[in-house]
């Protein structure tokens, strides 16, 4: 398919062209203090509800880090009367989603739901706001902050350690943004102290609502004057003033638990939402593409990019670079230092790829409906005006290189720098935890669970909602090609994608990695003298910003162009000129060699990646290549070009492969060029599909221990061999595993043992499998875990006779299956979900109609066959004394069991 040929571009046109964007926020603020942002977008049948509290880490009081972070837990668990609903068990029953986090400078809540529950999301929120010390009893309060300490003592590795160090340095542990967000000093805390806290913190004058989806403007306010409009209350703690760090060109050394010697070299960088922030954005890009080309040019050199440090009213620009040979590390740093230098003087080759990459990332952004509460509360918290992204797009626009040299100038200077020497301290790189001390109790709490009525089981359900109806526009060209039109004209972005009907499957037995490297080494050829024309054409496309990805499954192979929407045929030209005249370029292998070879020999003994292969290989057999480790450094490496040209030449072809353009654009402009430009290709026939031998699970149950003493937590995946049809019994699956997540929420919040639940099924045309995965607390990892595999007995034995749980779950199911987001990448993404598994474009729209009529019998008897015990297998991970202990109250004996040992 590759053309040898000058670049066709069709009836292109060059030239400037009009944005034509407006953000359509709305900006208030109440008589209470509060503020208030409001964005419509009819694209959705969703509504979002997000609460922004301007406090944060920062505002831990002394002695007591990690108080902003554990409050932020407790909100969820105030009940308004004893033994009735929680904040969390409300949403849990209003919203499709929920969740929290806490930094430095902020803590945020978010909901989604569907648009009719928006009065009551905003209600619930409001509750929130005014929660009281008697709405959180005292076992409530101790299970929680055991939970918050056992979860930062999961997620405390040797990396964290080193970050916990280099802030200290930087700002001292006495500043806002010295310490982290969370830490041992709450296991003190007190329940007066975090009522407290809320109390002097959690006011209206001190908070950020925002309401995006599919409202009405004047129901929403209504619904927010009757759940605001009578708070009055103030704060009575002011915000924690943030200095900037005090660098003086000073080098400091450390060691660390890290593979090789790493240099971090700190700048100050100005508050986000500033006048001078895109002038910094603009300098962080060019100075990443200075350090990758640094990456690539030395040999010695293993890593180079830039990152930022610190909270969000005063940041650090972090440059970092990482060597083979420790004795180089100032060497280095000098490099690094002198690739700084030159953007004062850079060229628009670095500059315009880079301003156009940004303003692609900031309309991405905007068109997304997930997430947008949070960017848009960023704008009245941080920036001083209302313009939010529309102000960010045209200030990235008129910052000009003299501006960007100037700041360059002002702001990489080695004198207002501090340079961070990190060296191996000999120790193996594990991620290893840190042991935080908790109080070692038992907690045996009765859950609430929404009542319902048990004979809404027994019929149909009816749906309030219904899924947004896209307008999806098919059509044939000549030479085979399927092409999928999704025209949103309110979408400030275009998204294309091509996909072949061939992934992982379709590498021969001794080629694994080909399919993706294949994909991931595809790359224009810049390196070739075109016509003066041409390279003009080809200039201005490279500076329009377009984002190229790649991905491969197991049975499609999908090239991505994705751009703001004003130039949307000019983004589609990428895409076609990737995969019409794309090679290899030597270049760009060297590249991938050269990180191949670097992390050949330092790969950690991965204990989740041990513990899995021996999970695959019992659920699937072993041999199976679902049960395979993936490809190593030797295998990728014997991979040559003219194999990568041959699989291209074998499997990417217009005939059976499918283009989907979905976003903002001209529909006969777009028509034309595609016409213009994939209709070019021929029609040669694609080869046959590929298949994927079926799965020989071994009979279980079946058990695994994984010892790894460098571990302080124990966590559990529990799989099952599955013999339902992932397409036939999509419907029974769904409400299946809603009712697994819901049992496993009540051992989890009964006990408040096991936290990062998760129940998905896996898998593809070679088989599948249930997996669930649990981390547990080390000292009642025993009880959880068999808490955990009870509930899963319960299930597979008796599904047909909880009708409750069923009514719950078939109604959560549905919600998820009806929650229609918004964005052309989203609609791209369910668009590309049904051409890779061969799905009809209704497919969808038909499981919502499945799961409105599936019954409790349907569900027992996937139940039944997919929760079989003699199809299940257990792997524990944990240092030896604990796993033992959990397979002995599991009534199983370590020496009888399959053992890995990793770790020391």
């Known amino acids: 398919m590759r053309s040898v040929r000058s670049p066709r571009f069709g009836s292109l046109e060059q030239g400037k062209r009009d944005y034509g964007i407006d953000h359509g926020i709305a900006l208030m603020r109440a008589k209470n203090g509060m503020r208030i942002a409001l964005m419509q977008d009819t694209r959705t049948n969703l509504v979002g509800v997000d609460v922004r509290y301007l406090v944060g880490a920062a505002e831990d009081p002394p002695g007591r880090t990690g ?31 929920h969740n929290a986090w806490t930094n430095s400078d902020e803590t945020h809540y978010t909901a989604m739901g569907f648009e009719d529950q928006l009065a009551k999301l905003v209600s ?49 542990r006495k500043h806002p943004y010295g310490h ?68 003086i060109g000073e080098t400091s050394t450390h060691s660390a638990d890290i593979d090789e010697a790493t240099a971090f070299i700190f700048f100050n960088a100005p508050s986000w939402g500033t006048s001078q922030w895109m002038q910094h954005e603009l300098l962080s890009a060019m100075l990443r593409t200075e350090l990758y080309t640094l990456d690539e040019r030395e040999e010695w050199i293993t890593d180079a990019g830039v990152m930022q440090f610190g909270g969000v009213r005063a940041p650090l620009l972090t440059a970092v670079v990482s060597v083979s040979e420790p004795a180089r590390l100032n ?69 000009t290189l003299v501006e960007v040299a100037m700041y360059a100038n002002a702001t990489l200077d080695r004198t207002h720098s501090h340079v961070a020497l990190v060296r191996p301290s000999g120790k193996q790189a594990l991620t290893t935890r840190a042991e935080v001390p908790t109080r070692r109790r038992e907690h045996d709490l009765q859950p609430w669970r929404t009542p319902v009525d048990p004979s809404e089981a027994s019929r149909p359900l009816d749906t309030r909602v219904s899924r947004v109806a896209n307008k999806v526009e098919e059509m044939m060209l000549r030479n085979g090609m399927r092409v999928l039109l999704a025209h949103d004209p309110h979408s400030p972005l275009v998204d294309a994608r091509v996909v072949f009907p061939y992934g992982s499957a379709a590498e021969p037995v001794d080629r694994r990695g080909l399919a993706k490297l294949t994909a991931h080494l595809l790359a224009n050829d810049t390196a070739r003298l075109y016509r003066r024309v041409d390279a003009e054409r080809i200039d201005f496309a490279r500076e329009l910003g377009t984002q190229l990805d ?77 049960a395979q480790r993936a490809p190593g450094t030797a295998e990728l490496l014997s991979i040559s070009i003219p194999e990568l040209e041959a699989f291209r030449e074998s499997y990417y072809r217009a005939n059976g492969a499918t283009l989907i353009v979905s976003g903002g654009f001209d529909v006969a402009v777009m028509k034309r060029t595609i016409e213009e430009l994939f209709g070019s290709w021929d029609g040669e026939a694609p080869p046959p599909p590929v298949t994927v031998p079926p799965g020989a699970p071994e009979k279980g149950p079946g058990w695994v221990a994984v010892l790894d003493e460098d571990a302080t937590q124990v966590s559990v995946k529990i799989g099952f061999s599955t013999t339902s049809d992932p397409i036939r019994d999509v419907a029974a699956r769904q409400v299946l595993r809603a009712i697994l997540e819901d049992r496993v929420r009540v051992v989890r919040e009964g006990l408040g043992a096991t936290y990062n639940v998760s129940v998905d099924y896996i898998g593809g045309i070679g088989g599948g499998a249930l997996l669930v995965t649990s981390d547990l607390e080390r000292d009642r990892s025993g009880k959880a875990l068999v808490a955990l ?89 944990g240092p030896r004394d604990a796993v033992k202990a959990t397979l002995e109250a599991a009534d199983q004996r370590l020496e009888l069991v399959q053992q890995l040992v990793v770790g020391r």
């Not at 908070?207 to 403007?217: H, P, Y």
């Not at 991405?364 to 209302?386: E, L, N, R, V």
Request: aromatic share 8%; glycine share 4%; hydrophobic share 45%.
């Open 124 to 172: 619930i929120e409001a509750r929130r706001m005014q929660v009281t010390c008697d709405q959180i009893d005292a076992a409530t309060f101790e299970r929680e902050r055991d939970v918050v300490l056992a979860e930062d003592t999961w997620r405390h590795t040797s990396h964290e350690t080193l970050h916990d160090e280099l802030i200290a340095t930087l700002w001292g």
């Open 789 to 877: 595999v009870n509930e899963l007995v319960a299930v597979q034995t008796r599904a047909s006779t909880l009708t409750e749980d069923f009514v719950r779950a078939r109604r959560r199911a549905l919600g998820r299956a009806l929650a229609d987001s918004a964005g052309a990448t989203v609609l791209a993404n369910e668009l590309e979900a049904t051409v890779s598994m061969s799905l009809p474009l209704s497919f969808f729209d038909a499981q919502v109609s499945e799961i409105t009529v599936t019954t409790p019998d349907v569900v027992a008897a996937v139940a039944a066959a997919d929760l079989a015990r003699e199809r299940m297998v257990v792997v524990i991970h």
């Open 67 to 97: 108080m902003a972070h554990l409050v932020e837990h407790l909100l969820f668990t105030a009940r308004a009367e004893p033994g009735g609903p929680t904040i969390s068990d409300e949403l849990s029953d209003t919203a499709l989603s």
């Open 180 to 247: 982290r967000v969370s830490s041992k000093e709450i296991a003190q805390a007190t329940r007066e102290e975090a009522c407290a806290f809320i109390a002097s913190h959690y006011a209206p004058d001190r908070s950020i609502l925002v309401i995006t989806g599919n409202f009405r403007t004047e129901a929403a306010m209504k619904a927010v004057t009757a759940a605001f409009g009578k708070l009055m209350r103030r704060s009575t703690a002011g915000r924690t003033p943030v200095e900037p760090a005090v660098l």
């Open 331 to 399: 060497e280095a740093v000098e490099k690094v230092f002198a690739a700084a230098a030159t953007l004062v003087n850079e060229s628009k080759e670095v500059s315009e790829p880079a301003r156009a990459r940004l303003r692609t990332r900031l309309v991405s952004t905007y068109d997304a409906f997930m997430g947008a509460g949070s960017w848009i509360a960023d704008f009245p918290q941080y920036s001083s005006h209302d313009g939010f992204f529309v102000e960010e797009l045209a200030a990235l626009d008129r910052t």
């Open 550 to 626: 790649t991905g491969v499954g197991e049975r499609a192979t999908v090239f991505t162009a994705r751009g703001v929407a004003t130039f949307a045929d000019w983004h589609l030209w990428r895409l076609f000129w990737l995969l019409d005249a794309g090679i290899f370029p030597d270049d760009v292998v060297a590249a991938f060699h050269k990180s191949l070879r670097e992390s050949h020999g330092k790969e950690e003994e991965d204990a989740d990646a041990r513990g899995d292969e021996a999970l695959r290989a019992r659920l699937f057999g072993a041999g199976h290549p679902y």
